[in-house]
């Protein structure tokens, strides 16, 4: 299930410059230093709540403090979302109060300031007790854990980390431990592991990021699937009608309408089989698959045209329900208009046999993003005349 959301204030802008810092083996550059509070940022706020997100991490990139906005960021998280849980990570170097938040993660590698200092590398290194001291003086009521990056030449050893807990228990809650994420920086040199006990230490031991499945709110505003923004994370549900669709499509939209999802864009795909392929490919599903798929869209093409619709479809729904909403919709849409659906019919041109059903859902949430990552900026927009000059022609063709 979606139901964590990080939110990257920062892009890469840092007062520290940590031997270890995994954002140096990232791949992303969005181009945007710092998350502006504009109508997108509130507009995202609100499609996180329909879908019943409500955890929320505010991280980096960089480090969050250095956005002047960062009070403001979590006053609007508490806004929408009144039941969120906020937790936001800092290297504690930036006194300063942090707002309505659950919970406070402040990365450390040593008590001793000389030592942590080495691997961190501040300008202006806040002592360890001074931090702790001031963000518990002014943040009672919150959650304050110390998150510990093992490494050789710090904290290496359990007699270290009793020393780290002995030296801070006064203000911290927990404790998160772990080993050193593959692919960072000096990763052979530094990683070392040990076991420990303690009930107040959490221990994550070998852990990758490969196997992300959040949400990022990246500091350009948009979502993404991946901390190398190689996707787009859409919320959204949605249904292509392909060109054998126009047929049905006034009985098509009153459906949709009777629903309980409704449209909040429509677009025109104008080159239907070049997206479509596009988006078949990225299944990678085999070369017997594909071939099948291709013969079915240049049937499509030679029988109805090139052009399709998408519906984008939303509700007060979190995803895996949206997804079953939507899913249902294309299953009651297919049975009853379908040019061959319902009966199981076919189309024969030469030696190529192709069922054509008549819209397209994907199954899953992750289908969700590699399709609308094509669709939602390959179409055109169809504002409200354009949508009912469709309707009155029951076509495509504009």
């Not at 085999?286 to 984008?312: D, K, R, T």
């Amino acid at each position: 299930m979606l139901d964590k959301c990080y939110i990257i204030p920062v892009e890469k802008r840092c007062n520290a410059d940590c031997t270890i810092c995994i954002s140096k083996s990232r791949n992303y550059n969005s181009g945007c230093e710092f998350l502006e509070i504009d109508s997108k940022f509130c507009d995202n706020l609100q499609l996180l709540s329909k879908r019943s997100v409500k955890k929320f991490e505010i991280t980096g990139g960089g480090e969050p403090f250095l956005n002047k906005d960062l009070d403001k960021i979590i006053k609007l998280v508490r806004y929408y979302i009144p039941d969120s849980y906020i937790k936001v990570y800092t290297n504690g170097n930036v006194l300063k109060n942090v707002g309505d938040i659950q919970e406070l993660d402040i990365s450390v590698f040593h008590y001793d300031n000389v030592i942590n200092n080495k691997f961190q590398r501040v300008i202006k290194q806040v002592p360890l007790i001074e931090k702790l001291k001031f963000f518990r003086t002014n943040n009672p009521n919150i959650k304050i854990r110390l998150s510990i990056a093992l490494i050789r030449g710090a904290i290496d050893s359990s007699e270290e980390l009793d020393k780290m807990i002995e030296y801070t228990k006064d203000y911290v809650d927990e404790y998160v431990v772990r080993t050193l994420y593959p692919g960072c920086p000096h990763y052979d040199e530094l990683f070392v592991d040990f076991e420990y006990e303690n009930s107040k230490v959490v221990f994550e031991r070998l852990n990758g990021l490969d196997d992300f499945d959040g949400i990022l709110l990246w500091s350009d505003g948009n979502m993404y699937t991946d901390w190398n923004l190689n996707r787009k994370r859409f919320l959204e549900g949605y249904i292509l009608l392909k060109p054998d669709a126009q047929v049905y499509i006034n009985q098509i939209e009153q459906m949709v309408s009777e629903s309980s999802l409704v449209v909040k864009r429509r677009i025109l795909l104008e080159k239907f089989i070049s997206y479509i392929s596009e988006i078949y490919e990225s299944y990678n599903r085999g070369i017997e698959y594909e071939s099948l798929i291709y013969n079915h869209l240049h049937n499509l093409s030679m029988l109805f045209g090139n052009n399709a619709l998408v519906y984008l479809l939303d509700g007060d729904y979190n995803m895996e329900e949206l997804v079953r909403k939507t899913l249902e919709l294309k299953k009651n849409i297919r049975d009853k208009y379908s040019f061959t659906h319902a009966s199981g019919g076919y189309v024969i041109r030469g030696e190529n046999v192709s069922h054509l059903n008549l819209v397209h859902t994907p199954d899953t949430v992750s289908e969700f993003n590699n399709d609308l990552n094509i669709l939602y900026d390959s179409g055109r927009s169809l504002g409200d005349e354009e949508f009912k000059k469709v309707l009155r022609h029951r076509s495509f063709y504009l």
